[in-house]
T-cell receptor, first 114, second 111 residues
Framework: DAGVIQSPRHEVTEMGQEVTLRCKPI?????LFWYRQTMMRGLELLIY????????DSGMPEDRFSAKMPNASFSTLKIQPSEPRDSAVYFC????????????FGPGTRLTVL | QKEVEQNSGPLSVPEGAIASLNCTYS??????FFWYRQYSGKSPELIMS????GDKEDGRFTAQLNKASQYVSLLIRDSQPSDSATYLC???????????FGTGTRLLVSP
């Protein structure tokens, strides 16, 4: 079975450019999570969706970040404009919405903003 | 205050020994607990979940939960060099899907 799929795996861009990260959750999972991981701050939850609806976006750093989930099999995380401090690894994870919420992570996108 | 605390390590153990990784949490409403393994440059991989007090065993791994003392531990028996990784502890509150992660403990298993 395919796991969570993320693209691109690596992204290098210049400050001020728009960046779009993509995620396809595991088929049948109806919850999707976006995380960011840095050495300084560890793994942080940015936003999560249940049944394509954003539930908690309190972790989104600022208005430059936005996320969408137009259907059950696709989500995007967009940064516009990007800044060097956005450099990090961005993970997408998915789970069923059962009571125990085991989350499975994608391979991540390593973003470097120059 | 961090809600899930872990010693950053590194924890060094010889091959074949038992590695003991510990985690404490501050919110008594936490219901579910997870251990993830993360190799350098890779994504977190779920290796154990535990929801009730006591022990849960899966192969060489045993997760232990003590809700009264608010700690979770992971024991790795017969440690192998391939177990060398960072181990992340995570918890979620009753009725919530949001996971709170600790900063992870780096484990080094020497041959």
């Amino acid at each position: 079975d395919a796991g969570v799929i993320q693209s691109p795996r690596h992204e290098v861009t210049e400050m001020g450019q728009e960046v779009t990260l993509r995620c396809k959750p595991i088929s049948g999972h109806n919850s999707l999570f976006w995380y960011r991981q840095t050495m300084m701050r560890g793994l942080e939850l940015l936003i999560y969706f249940n049944n394509n609806v954003p539930i908690d976006d309190s972790g989104m750093p600022e208005d430059r970040f936005s996320a969408k989930m137009p259907n059950a099999s696709f989500s995007t995380l967009k940064i516009q404009p990007s800044e060097p401090r956005d450099s990090a690894v961005y993970f997408c994870a998915s789970s069923t919405s059962g009571s125990h919420n085991e989350q499975f992570f994608g391979p991540g996108t390593r973003l470097t903003v120059l | 205050q961090k809600e899930v605390e872990q010693n950053s390590g590194p924890l060094s153990v010889p091959e074949g020994a038992i590695a003991s990784l510990n985690c404490t949490y501050s919110d008594r409403g936490s219901q579910s607990f997870f251990w993830y393994r993360q190799y350098s440059g890779k994504s977190p991989e779920l290796i154990m979940s535990i929801y009730s007090n006591g022990d849960k065993e899966d192969g060489r791994f045993t997760a232990q939960l003590n809700k009264a003392s608010q700690y979770v531990s992971l024991l790795i028996r017969d440690s192998q060099p391939s177990d060398s990784a960072t181990y992340l502890c995570a918890s979620s509150l009753t009725g919530f899907q949001k996971l709170v992660f600790g900063t992870g403990t780096r484990l080094l298993v020497s041959p």
